[in-house]
């Protein structure tokens, strides 16, 4: 008989996820999983398991709810074929400096090396994908080792990690009172680290003797909250700020010092003029990888840099560096902004720097947008979404057709988390599923989840889970019957030899229908309005199938095709 001084293994899992304040969790069942379900089951504990249809899409529905919320994402899968099948959602995650705790299920410690069914080294399969991930092989250890997890997930860099939970240490004794939680690792992130004084002082002189300098803003400003700050900064000098794709919505892209997105996906001529022109670049929590540079073309080897990120390590790793600060964004901008108050520091020109390239830009995506042309170009989808969708809106994209049209095209209105795509691995099928978790984190913001039909593909099983849970997400389908990107990239380096890329149609509204969803099929550019404004207004998941231009024959802004 159990003690009442003693919980099971299960139920101090419960009650560990309860401390940390995990409202939703997303994950599949399993035999390995039956004590933790059964734990879930009895006690009253306030969190809500969203059960989905395969282990995938349960990591990338806690990405996207991580990303919206500030607080961890959970999931969790059996043992075997599960702790394998949620590996592209973990990884995704870590490598984007989302905090999610992925929990799998495993065999008996008395099992192993027994051959039991589903048996697989965990520890070694997710030690290279995760920041910290351990077996619970000793039930003593399970509270410990979770607050270990919620303190490597949320400090420092974000990342993801995960806890392999045997089926003995499900049922064993813990002691009820080793069951709490250290609070400050509720959100992230969470013990901020600040900047070196005398590297801030240096990074306001190298500014304060630029001429152009540019803001290139990564992820990390969004996930610090840095928001209010950059703009802070971009008004004081009139600096000129632009972003990745993952730094979208680091300042406004209606700001009047906004240039936009950067580099070889969804960068056009104009924005990377400015970066061009450039004789300091400020790199802000951002690794100045393959994409962002160009392939470490733009800005060119030899401009002057400042670099400010959390992790040490990407200071320095693509550019001999003036100024490194490692610091949190927006404790790091924060003191630069003091500082820089207190130095003559001249203007950069960055109203007018910024309004040229948008004038370019815009210039190049007004025709496009308002052709009449059959297929229906995706700048047509871009400017009626952008019509219909308010400025809370979340949009979540993946990639093919929708990463570089969104990022180059959609002109995010507000500051924050408004837009969610996965820059790290770029796996197609992920934006449903992160969508479907943004939803849940921000209940009150019109969610749009947009795809090629090859992601279609590799999630519509989830049409399923958004149908059981009414979850109102309007999901935008660029179809033309092809891997969109392969094929471009076929035509523009490999002299259009066209290979195993191109694959049957399928009627997306009909198969999402027979799920439950409302859907509607659109060919005549005209249409896109009024069935986009009904798709959103609905008060369930929809979903609009547009027949349109395959990227090989689009204006794609991926500046390798242009080339």
């Known amino acids: 008989m159990q003690s009442p001084n003693y919980l099971t293994g299960a139920e101090a ?85 989302v905090p999610i705790l992925a929990i799998t299920t495993d065999v008996a410690t008395s099992s192993a090396g027994k051959y039991p069914l589903t048996e697989l080294d965990q520890v070694s399969l997710f030690r290279p994908l995760t920041k910290w ?83 290139i803003c990564g992820g990390g400003p969004v996930i610090a909250g840095a928001e209010a700050v950059l703009a802070e900064l971009a008004e004081l000098i009139d600096l000129p700020v632009a972003t990745t794709v993952s730094g979208q919505g680091a300042l406004a892209e209606t700001h009047p010092q906004a240039v936009g997105v950067v580099g070889s996906n969804g960068g056009v001529p104009s924005t990377r003029a400015v970066v061009e022109a450039a004789d300091l670049v400020i790199f802000v929590g951002c690794r100045a990888g393959s994409v962002t540079t160009e392939r470490w073309r733009s800005p060119a080897l030899g401009t002057r840099i400042v670099h400010i990120d959390s992790d040490p390590a990407v200071i320095g790793a693509i550019y001999p560096t003036e100024v490194g600060i490692v610091s949190d964004a927006r404790l790091a901008l924060e003191a630069l902004v003091a500082e820089l108050k207190g130095m003559a520091a001249g203007p950069q020109d960055g109203r007018s720097r910024a309004k ?26 871009i400017a009626a979404l952008a019509d219909v969708l308010d400025g809370d809106g979340t949009i979540v994209a993946d990639p093919g ?43 009150q913001s019109q969610t749009v989840a947009v795809m090629g039909d090859g992601s279609f593909g590799f999630c519509c099983g989830e049409f399923e889970t958004l149908t059981r849970y009414n979850i109102p997400i309007t999901s935008i389908v660029f179809s033309n019957a092809v891997y969109g990107w392969i094929k471009a990239g076929q035509n523009a380096g490999f002299d259009k030899r066209f290979y195993n890329v191109d694959f049957n149609r399928t009627d997306h509204a009909a198969v999402a229908a027979a799920f439950g969803v409302r859907s509607w099929t659109v060919e005549d550019p005209e249409q896109l309005r009024p069935v986009l404004r009904e798709a959103v207004a609905h008060d369930g998941p929809t979903l609009v199938d547009v027949i349109a231009q395959p990227l090989h024959e689009a204006a794609a802004p991926v500046s390798e095709w242009v080339a």
């Not at 240490?169 to 002691?175: G, K, L, M, R, W």
């Open 13 to 97: 899992m419960v009650r560990m996820l309860q401390a940390y304040d995990v409202k939703h969790m997303f994950g599949l069942c399993g035999d390995t999983t039956l004590p933790f379900y059964d734990a879930l089951a009895r006690l009253d504990h306030g969190i809500t398991h969203f059960l989905t249809r395969d282990e995938r899409h349960a990591g990338y529905m806690a990405d996207g709810y991580a990303r919206v919320t500030g607080k961890p994402g959970v999931c969790e899968g059996p043992s075997g074929g599960g702790a394998t099948y949620i590996l592209p959602g973990v990884v995704e995650a870590s490598e984007s400096s």
């Open 133 to 215: 991930n351990d077996s619970l092989d000793s039930a003593a250890r399970l509270p410990a080792a979770i607050r270990r997890a919620f303190r490597e997930m949320t400090t420092g860099r974000p990342g993801a990690v995960h806890l392999a939970l045997p089926f003995d240490t499900q049922n064993a004794e813990v002691d009820s009172g080793e069951v709490y939680a250290e609070g400050r690792h509720r959100t992230f992130p969470a013990g901020r680290s600040g900047p070196n004084p005398e590297d801030i002082r240096a990074a306001a002189e190298a500014i304060a003797s630029a001429k152009s300098a540019v803001a």
């Open 356 to 381: 040229d390239a948008w004038r370019a830009k815009l210039e190049a995506f007004a025709p496009l947008a308002a052709s009449a042309k059959r297929p229906i170009l995706p700048e047509a989808v």
């Open 401 to 443: 057709t929708p990463c570089p049209y969104f990022s180059a095209h959609y002109r995010w209105p507000k500051a924050g988390r408004h837009f969610i795509t996965n820059r790290a691995h770029g796996a197609l099928g992920y934006a449903l599923a992160a969508a479907m978790g943004a939803k849940v984190g921000r209940p």
